[in-house]
């Protein structure tokens, strides 16, 4: 994420009251000296849309509502949406409510965008990471497309062990990179 303002970073799930959370989405969207554009006020609709909608997971649950400039990230944990090596969606509603909240925000911000990037570890070989990423990548599409989001609204990628952001010496770290990013970007005019 790049841009002209610091990245945001709020997680979600930690217990943290939903004024607490809107308080934060507010003031993480910075209150400059001009005007914000009707792009950055429609983003911090998006990010405070979405921190509400995941309010209700778990304490720990581990995704990520990160802002910038540009845009908004949705950060999941890959065993938050897979089990262990699958490419298969669970079906359980922790599971559920992010794939959900993504659905409610491209329904009422038709204006954007989102691209699934589809991230794992390094551990195995790179085809098969790339594989399996890819796999992830298509199913939380074909979730997204089955629940009525037009395909021209939506691209998918699998990014394997590309990006880590943290490392792969650690199993906690390890868990960190498996992970699926959706980001919501108004197209460019």
């Known amino acids: 994420m790049s841009g002209g303002r610091p990245a945001v970073l709020l997680a979600v799930g930690l217990g943290v009251g ?9 003031a993480a969207s910075g209150t400059q000296a001009t005007r914000p554009s009707a792009a950055s006020r429609e983003l911090d609709r998006a990010q405070t849309l979405l921190l509400v909608r995941l309010a209700t997971l778990p304490e720990g649950s581990g995704v990520l509502v990160l802002r910038d400039a540009e845009g908004l990230t949705l950060r999941i944990p890959a065993r938050l949406l897979f089990g262990n090596d699958s490419p298969v969606l669970k079906r359980d509603p922790q599971a559920a409510a992010p794939l ?23 551990i195995g070989g790179v085809s098969a990471n790339q594989s399996l990423s890819e796999q992830r990548a298509r199913a939380v599409y074909d979730a997204l497309r089955s629940a009525g989001i037009a395909a021209r609204r939506l691209q998918q990628h699998g990014a394997g062990a590309a990006t880590m952001v943290a490392s792969n010496q650690t199993p906690a770290g390890r868990i960190e990179n498996r992970r699926v990013e959706i980001e919501f970007r108004r197209p460019a005019r």
């Not at 939903?18 to 934060?24: E, F, S, V």
């Not at 925000?105 to 390094?122: G, N």
Request: no cysteine; proline share 0%.
């Open 100 to 122: 959900a909240a993504t659905e409610q925000l491209l329904r009422k911000h038709r204006a954007l965008q989102a691209e699934i990037v589809v991230y794992t570890d390094s």
């Open 18 to 26: 939903l004024a607490a959370l809107a308080a934060a989405a507010v």
